[in-house]
């Protein structure tokens, strides 16, 4: 008989201490010399998990046995767990060996062919199975544990960091992540150049974003080319806000697993919070099943901006031909030339013109400094208004903690000196205060960290922002003008006599903030301000 030997450990750690497979190997050699068997080859299978047929060496061994050449008669392991851990797996490779002439053989496990010991050897597969799952759940809530308890579990960290020795627990080394300066800078500027781009030039997409750092040097931590995937997993994993997120994902099958399985942990930073849900809410606002991604990256300027004021659909690009061949382009409502003049009478303008107009009535009158002060003005009064209103209210919720602290300091000090005994109506008196006292400074806290600061904002920033934007909006590249429109503005309606520029005015104290940096997404229809009026007359 010709033996094939498969040997095979659960882990990369068991594969470097080196103890079991020189075991394996060592006692399944001897047990093939003891009945004459010549051993042929070698199959070495070093952390790989026996849950499923993902193991090059298992493939390999599976090959060589069914090519038809008769390699060897018998695969011999130690236990029927280091061929196999599933009972549906053990039993396909079997019969698919079996129809080969290749036999199964464990030296712990030794069972023939009949059918009490076929048997045998599927109720040993299931409990194997069985301990596989058991083993892995224990694991996991160890680890989980572990990451509660802001230490890494010991896979690669994430680009931007590193794993540092925390402390020791027993003979283990407990490691948390810890701010790598060199790559950080890296994770720093993509997600800069997601929100603002290059030198100006308005935010990047994703796939644009990848090209612009391949074609400029940079590489990954293995030192290959960055893929669109790896950038979108950057900017949305919350760790670099400073939020570990552990037990996500099923790693085998990613399926993402329920909200109720995550754990997460805090970590040190590396953008900004604030900064990390801006990348977020433009990640969604992009996602072509919210917009499409001509309405948002397209070469025409007020595409998924311009909408028709009869249906509500949008106006898109058509081109005509005159008599004399020149080729005109218009916006014209997609209702109309979808559906015909039964859904929407429909209408159509030039391209170049209504452009223009746009364009120029937002540098001429809404882009103007006076005009602009005159509606922040607003804004700002609005805001010092619910500012005093929370102020009142935090003050109220800070007089009821105090209260009920004071409240059960009397209590306390009643039972320590013994004038009160500590009985069920004191108890229940306590808890109810404690109840009180814990969602008063809960409202508390959420108020506060619903509180803006206020921003000053000086007619020097006004002024700055005004000749940025006149300038960004009328001059350069569509992509870039598309984008900064799209900072300003949620619509345009195109009527018979009119042409509405609708936007919000907190949106352009944000950006007057924010410095002109767009959004480069689409922005809601709700309507705020509209142009020449000082207010929505809605």
């Given at each position: 008989?010709?033996?094939?030997?498969?040997?095979?450990?659960s882990t990369?750690?068991?594969?470097e201490?080196?103890?079991?497979?020189?075991?394996?190997k060592?006692?399944?050699?001897?047990?093939?010399?003891?009945?004459?068997?010549?051993?042929?080859?070698?199959?070495?299978e070093?952390g790989?998990s026996?849950?499923?047929?993902?193991?090059?060496?298992?493939?390999?061994?599976?090959?060589?046995a069914?090519?038809?050449e008769?390699?060897?008669?018998?695969?011999?392991?130690?236990?029927?767990?280091?061929?196999?851990?599933?009972?549906?797996?053990?039993?396909?490779y079997?019969?698919?060996?079996?129809k080969?002439?290749?036999?199964?053989?464990?030296m712990?496990?030794?069972?023939?062919?009949?059918?009490?010991?076929?048997?045998?050897?599927?109720?040993?597969?299931?409990?194997d199975?069985?301990q596989s799952?058991?083993?892995?759940?224990?694991?996991?809530?160890?680890m989980?544990?572990?990451?509660?308890?802001?230490?890494w579990?010991?896979?690669?960290p994430?680009?931007?960091?590193?794993a540092?020795?925390?402390?020791m627990?027993?003979?283990?080394?407990?490691?948390?992540?810890?701010?790598?300066?060199?790559?950080a800078?890296?994770?720093?500027?993509?997600?800069r150049?997601?929100?603002?781009?290059?030198?100006g030039?308005?935010?990047m997409?994703?796939?644009?974003?990848?090209?612009?750092?391949?074609a400029?040097?940079?590489?990954?931590?293995?030192?290959?080319?960055w893929?669109?995937?790896?950038?979108?997993?950057?900017?949305t994993?919350p760790?670099?806000?400073?939020?570990?997120?552990?037990?996500?994902?099923?790693?085998?099958?990613?399926?993402?697993k329920?909200?109720?399985?995550?754990?997460?942990?805090?970590?040190?930073?590396?953008?900004?919070?604030a900064?990390?849900?801006?990348v977020?809410?433009?990640l969604?606002?992009?996602n072509?099943?919210?917009?499409?991604p001509?309405?948002?990256?397209?070469?025409?300027?007020?595409?998924g901006?311009?909408?028709?004021?009869?249906?509500?659909?949008g106006?898109t690009?058509?081109?005509g031909?005159?008599?004399?061949?020149?080729?005109?382009?218009?916006?014209?409502?997609t209702?109309?030339?979808?559906?015909g003049?039964?859904?929407?009478?429909?209408?159509?303008?030039?391209m170049?013109?209504?452009?223009?107009?746009?364009?120029?009535?937002?540098?001429d009158?809404?882009l103007?400094p006076?005009?602009?002060?005159?509606?922040?003005?607003?804004i700002?009064?609005q805001?010092?208004?619910k500012?005093?209103?929370?102020?009142?209210?935090?003050g109220?919720?800070?007089?009821?903690v105090?209260?009920a602290?004071?409240?059960?300091?009397?209590l306390?000090?009643?039972v320590?000196?013994?004038?009160?005994?500590?009985?069920?109506?004191?108890?229940?008196?306590i808890?109810?205060?404690?109840?009180?006292?814990?969602?008063?400074?809960?409202?508390?806290?959420?108020?506060?960290s619903?509180?803006?600061?206020?921003?000053?904002?000086?007619?020097a920033m006004?002024?700055?922002?005004?000749?940025?934007?006149?300038?960004?909006?009328?001059?350069?590249?569509?992509?870039f003008?598309?984008?900064?429109?799209?900072?300003l503005?949620?619509?345009?309606?195109?009527?018979?006599?009119?042409?509405?520029?609708?936007?919000?005015?907190?949106?352009?104290?944000?950006?007057?903030?924010?410095?002109?940096?767009?959004?480069g997404?689409?922005?809601?229809?709700?309507?705020?301000?509209?142009?020449?009026?000082?207010?929505?007359?809605?």
């Open positions: 008989m010709r033996a094939a030997l498969y040997l095979r450990v990369g750690r068991q594969a201490q080196d103890l079991s497979i020189p075991d394996q060592k006692q399944t050699k001897a047990w093939c010399e003891a009945r004459g068997w010549e051993v042929v080859a070698e199959y070495v070093p790989a026996a849950m499923d047929d993902k193991r090059p060496e298992f493939q390999r061994m599976v090959e060589r069914c090519d038809g008769r390699a060897f008669d018998v695969v011999v392991v130690h236990s029927f767990s280091r061929f196999f851990r599933d009972a549906f797996g053990l039993e396909f079997v019969r698919k060996l079996a080969h002439n290749v036999k199964l053989m464990s712990t496990q030794e069972l023939g062919e009949d059918p009490a010991q076929v048997m045998m050897r599927q109720v040993i597969a299931l409990f199975e069985y799952r058991e083993n892995a759940k224990h694991v996991i809530r160890a989980k544990e572990n990451t509660r308890q802001g230490f579990n010991g896979s690669r994430p680009l931007g960091y590193k540092v020795d925390a402390e627990r027993g003979q283990r080394i407990k490691r948390k992540l810890a701010v790598d300066p060199v790559e800078e890296l994770v720093q500027q993509i997600f150049l997601f929100l603002e781009g290059d030198s030039s308005g935010p997409g994703i796939k644009i974003l990848t090209i612009w750092l391949n400029r040097g940079y590489r990954t931590r293995g030192g290959a080319c893929g669109v995937g790896q950038i979108h997993g950057l900017l994993n760790v670099y806000a400073g939020r570990l997120r552990f037990n996500r994902v099923e790693h085998k099958t990613g399926r993402v329920p909200e109720s399985d995550h754990v997460h942990s805090d970590v040190p930073s590396i953008i900004d919070a900064v990390f849900e801006r977020q809410a433009q969604k606002a992009r072509p099943r919210v917009a499409a001509r309405a948002i990256t397209g070469p025409i300027l007020l595409t901006l311009a909408f028709c004021a009869t249906c509500g659909g106006m690009l058509r081109t031909t005159s008599r004399s061949g020149d080729v005109h382009r218009y916006y014209t409502c209702t109309q030339a979808r559906s003049k039964c859904a929407c009478k429909g209408r159509s303008m030039r170049d013109k209504l452009d223009g107009l746009v364009t120029s009535h937002l540098a009158n809404l103007h006076e005009r602009m002060g005159e509606m922040l003005s607003m700002a009064d805001r010092a208004d500012a005093a209103a929370v102020d009142d209210r935090a109220a919720l800070g007089r009821e105090a209260d602290e004071e409240r059960l300091r009397r306390y000090r009643l320590e000196d013994g004038v009160a005994e500590l009985d069920g109506a004191l108890k229940e008196r808890a109810n205060l404690r109840a009180g006292k814990d969602a008063a400074a809960a409202a508390l806290a959420r108020l506060k619903g509180s803006r600061d206020s921003i000053r904002l000086t007619p006004i002024e700055r922002f005004s000749a940025s934007m006149r300038e960004r909006v009328t001059t350069g590249e569509v992509t003008r598309k984008a900064y429109l799209g900072a503005i949620d619509r345009v309606e195109v009527d018979d006599r009119e042409i509405r520029i609708c936007g919000r005015k907190d949106v352009l104290e944000q950006c007057v903030i924010g410095g002109a940096k767009p959004t997404a689409v922005r809601s229809s709700v309507r705020g301000w509209l142009g020449d009026k000082d207010s929505n007359l809605d």
